[in-house]
């Protein structure tokens, strides 16, 4: 069984991510940072279906956070071989009215806990010469999107970590890859007013939105042996939206 980490498992995309890997055999850690009901939940309902997994509460943007929880999972389970740098956040604003703390919070779940996380998990991937990074990036860190310039830039800057990290690791049979969802249905996009909702929409060539288990299922492939010779590459899960 493989150890997974599936960070912001406990709701929307991580939450289907979790369900999805455990589907697959592996051993799932659900982490959270502040709702710990819903991770559990996740954790109750994998279990219920015959799963494994357990609930890990650790805010991705705080160092000592994330270096308690990896190790946790060390002791527990081994170390980690599949991570999922999935929490993110949004504190959406025009750049002149976009407070620096706003910018830096977005930086800093976003893109700087995959670095912190990645850094805990690596040695143990490197050591077992087997590894597996999924990042959550997003469609808008290649189209952009007016009112996220924070959040556009943390998730292309995932990007750039994603292939400079495949290159660095790829020698130890470990791959490093990007998913770009575009418009899901989450507790993150349930609140966009109606008639952007509507406008986005017309965009979007399947003409749905998608939902968390969408995103999920590409997640899943790319942590299996299937997956083996794909590195580096960015994939957009996103109905069409951006072509
Ligand atoms: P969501 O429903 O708002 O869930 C966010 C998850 O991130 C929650 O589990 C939350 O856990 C966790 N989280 C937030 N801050 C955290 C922190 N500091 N430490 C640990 N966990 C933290 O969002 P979602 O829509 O599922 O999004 C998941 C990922 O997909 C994000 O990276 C998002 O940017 C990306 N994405 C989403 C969409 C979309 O349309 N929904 C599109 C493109 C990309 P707690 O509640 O415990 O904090």
Known sequence: MKVALVTGGSRGIGAAISFELASLGNKVFVNYSKSAEKALEVVECIRSSGGWAEAVKGDVSVPSDVDS???????EAGGVDILVNNAGVTRDNLILRMKEEDWDYVMDVNLKSAFLVTK?????M???R???IINISSVVALIGNPGQT????SKAGLIGF???LAKEVGTRNITVNAVCPGYIETDMTVSLPQDVKDKLLEAVVLGRFGTP????????FLSTEKASYITGQVFVVDGGLSL
Not at 69 to 75: A, P
Not at 120 to 124: F, M, R
Not at 150 to 153: F, L, P, R, T
Not at 213 to 220: K, L, Q, S
């Open 69 to 75: 929880m990896v190790r946790s999972i060390r002791e």
């Open 120 to 124: 805990a998990v690596l040695k143990d």
């Open 126 to 128: 490197m050591k077992k």
């Open 130 to 132: 087997w590894g597996r």
């Open 150 to 153: 924070n959040y556009c830039a």
């Open 162 to 164: 994603t292939k400079a």
């Open 213 to 220: 288990e969408d995103v999920a299922g590409i997640v899943g």
